[in-house]
């Protein structure tokens, strides 16, 4: 009897070994994450293809920033952080800047995962320290996560649902993702009957910071930070004087200065901000050599103010760079949940009164294009009538979109650009009409005889939109529209932003360079509190296009189908008034800086550059 238990138990030890020694064989070991494509560093690399790895490290960097700020951390529930706080936090992983959806690693020198990617293990590179040399260890990243998790704002809640994170041990940490969700709430299933795991939540983890615990758990991290925090990233804070200026110093013990994704960059010593509340005085601080580098917005600027004795000598360089970045969709976003806004046609009905030809004319100088997709300048922008590949991923939700998504492309209305808006006047009032507004007395009215009125939020230093918006005011004004237009400083822009107390308001979407799972936060009802849903859309399309978007993050053909998909129906839902995007970078600098001969595919690289 005990020589049976014991073979059985033998051989049970044996099948148990064999099991875990399956699983351990199954994981795939790297030093990337690739959502589709190979990468383009292979590893062993040494350095990014655009940097100088021989730059040199020193000398100083001002540049502007405009309006002002009050605190130093750009995570909190509210308040406006300090400009280069992007540059106080490392993440485990980190992107180059010749590709999309991939990362090598930073704080992390390895990371597993298996097949089904239901989990993954990092391995924090035991070199990794915060800007007071203590090892970042497992509990930091563990700490990290949860902090954020509880702490930060509503979307990190609601996106990271189900992830578990816990420290293997002092440098290994694993990261537990939760199943994909089909349409019912259940589990996704493969075509083999496995449950699907969301590979892309892994990547934004990866790339997402990590603060020092013994920092911020004594520190409230949902209210701004008066103090400049410890950090884990190449620069810390220096010298501020609150709400005027900010100067950062590069750690010079920095442990991972010559790591291969970090390598040539990061060279200058010193990096100050200071700030400006007017765009015409910050133009006029540059011309005067206040600060060292210009990204220039204004065309007129740009046409008509590089001109004089301080640009014709050698000490002002002008580059106008065209670039392969998708574009940000700069616009004035209707608040959806308000009443007046609550209509598709209603909100159709306006943008024929806003005027680009005339205002590129007039203002631009005939520069800019007009914005019509949420993926401008990439490969997802939808053109043209939908394929069959696009029809097939609508077919679903094709009672719930518009009946435009099929029939024509989207295009913003068009004028002849002299100012006179009658013909697109007349056909807003007859959409109007549909919408149940009329005009009456040089008023359009509803039927309970209400005033058509709204208000439009910009902030106070935007002089150009501003002058943009008393021109869109202008041609309403005309046809019976009542729109009031109120500036006001950063901190309340931000808390009214956040608030959605706004019926209107200037903003700018970032840019999408593919359609990836962060769409979710900006459209999805999951995450209709986020603070990135500023047009508080809900909706059931937009809802299924998204999760579809999410779910199908490595197939490539069915990735383009959906993103030009969901680009039709947020188009023609005219959740915002487009204005314009320029392909290009235009800037000015003194000729102090040195540059490497290449410049990163999907960025200015200013980074990369030197003091000569």
Same mark, same amino acid.
């Given at each position: 009897?005990?020589?049976?238990? %014991?073979?059985? %138990?033998?051989?049970? *030890? ?55 700020? =009050?605190? +130093? ?68 990243? *563990? ?65 997402? &910071?990590?603060?020092?615990?013994? +920092? ?10 008066? /103090? ?21 110093? !590069? ?31 910050? +133009? ?37 760079? &065209?670039?392969?970045?998708?574009? &940000?969709?700069?616009?004035? *976003?209707?608040?959806? /949940? ?58 679903? *939700? ?77 041609? %309403?004004? !005309? ?13 309340? +822009?931000?808390? !009214?932003?956040?608030?959605? =107390? ?67 129906? %947020? ?11 320029? &392909? ?29």
């Amino acid at each position: 009897m005990k020589k049976n238990l %014991l073979s059985f %138990l033998s051989l049970f *030890v044996i099948a148990l070994s064999l099991c875990f020694a399956e699983n351990k064989d199954s994981l795939t070991s790297g030093y990337y994450l690739s959502l589709r494509d190979a990468p383009v560093y292979k590893d062993g690399f040494t350095h990014f293809n655009y940097v100088n790895p021989d730059a040199p490290k020193r000398g100083r960097l001002t540049l502007a920033a405009a309006g002002t700020y =009050d605190s +130093f951390h750009r995570y909190a529930l509210r308040g406006s952080s300090a400009a280069g706080s992007e540059y106080f936090y490392d993440s485990l992983m980190t992107s180059s800047g010749d590709e999309v959806d991939v990362l090598y690693p930073l704080i992390a020198r390895k990371v597993e995962y298996p097949s089904d990617y239901s989990y993954f293990i990092f391995d924090i590179d035991p070199r990794a320290q915060d800007n007071e040399g203590r090892p970042i260890h497992a509990e930091d990243v *563990v700490f990290s996560f949860y902090i954020i998790y509880e702490k930060g704002v509503p979307q990190f809640r609601s996106y990271y649902s189900g992830v578990k994170v816990t420290a293997l041990s002092g440098n290994r940490v694993r990261y537990d993702i939760p199943p994909a969700l089909d349409d019912n709430g259940n589990p996704q299933k493969d075509i083999n009957g496995n449950t699907v795991y969301n590979k892309e939540l892994m990547m934004t983890l990866a790339g997402a &910071p990590i603060f020092p615990k013994h +920092f911020w758990e004594s520190h409230d991290f949902a209210e701004p930070l008066i /103090t400049p925090p410890v950090g884990t990233g190449p620069y810390r804070v220096k010298e501020y004087k609150m709400g005027q200026s900010v100067t950062l110093e !590069r750690v010079k013990d920095y442990w991972a200065a010559d790591l291969p994704v970090n390598k040539g960059r990061y060279n200058f010593e010193i990096m100050h901000y200071d700030y400006y509340r007017d765009a015409n005085v910050a +133009f006029e601080a540059f011309k005067a050599g206040e600060y060292d580098l210009r990204i220039e917005s204004s065309p007129k600027n740009w046409a008509t103010q590089y001109t004089g004795k301080w640009i014709k000598t050698e000490d002002i360089i002008r580059e106008e760079i &065209p670039n392969q970045i998708a574009q &940000p969709v700069n616009a004035f *976003v209707f608040n959806i /949940t308000r009443p007046v806004f609550s209509e598709r046609k209603t909100r159709i009905a306006l943008g024929y009164f806003f005027d680009f030809q005339w205002m590129n004319k007039n203002f631009f100088y005939n520069t800019y294009t007009r914005t019509r997709s949420y993926f401008q300048n990439t490969m997802y922008e939808a053109k043209g009538l939908p394929s069959a590949e696009e029809i097939r991923a609508l077919e679903a *939700v094709r009672d719930l979109i518009p009946a435009e998504v099929f029939t024509q492309e989207y295009n913003p209305p068009v004028t002849d650009g002299t100012g006179n808006i009658r013909n697109q006047a007349r056909e807003a009032l007859s959409v109007f009409k549909e919408a149940g507004w009329e005009l009456k007395n040089q008023k359009l009215l509803n039927a309970q005889g209400e005033h058509f009125s709204f208000e439009l939020l910009l902030r106070q230093a935007d002089t150009d939109t501003e002058r943009v918006a008393i021109t869109f005011q202008r041609n %309403l004004e !005309r046809y019976g529209i009542d729109m009031k237009i109120r500036s006001v400083d950063d901190s309340q +822009f931000i808390n !009214r932003l956040r608030s959605r =107390d706004f019926d209107m308001i200037s903003w700018r979407y970032l840019a999408n360079q593919t359609p990836s799972s962060d769409l979710m936060i900006v459209w999805n009802t999951k995450h209709i509190d986020s603070t990135w849903n500023i047009a508080g859309v809900s909706d059931p399309a937009i809802d299924y296009l998204t999760t579809k978007i999410s779910e199908n993050q490595e197939d490539g053909e069915k990735l383009l189908a959906l993103g030009r998909a969901l680009d039709r129906v %947020l188009t023609w839902n005219s959740y915002l008034i487009p204005e314009w995007n320029l &392909p290009s970078f235009r800037i000015a600098f003194k000729n102090k800086f040195g540059k490497p001969a290449v410049r990163p595919k999907y960025d200015v690289g200013i980074e990369t550059w030197w003091i000569k």
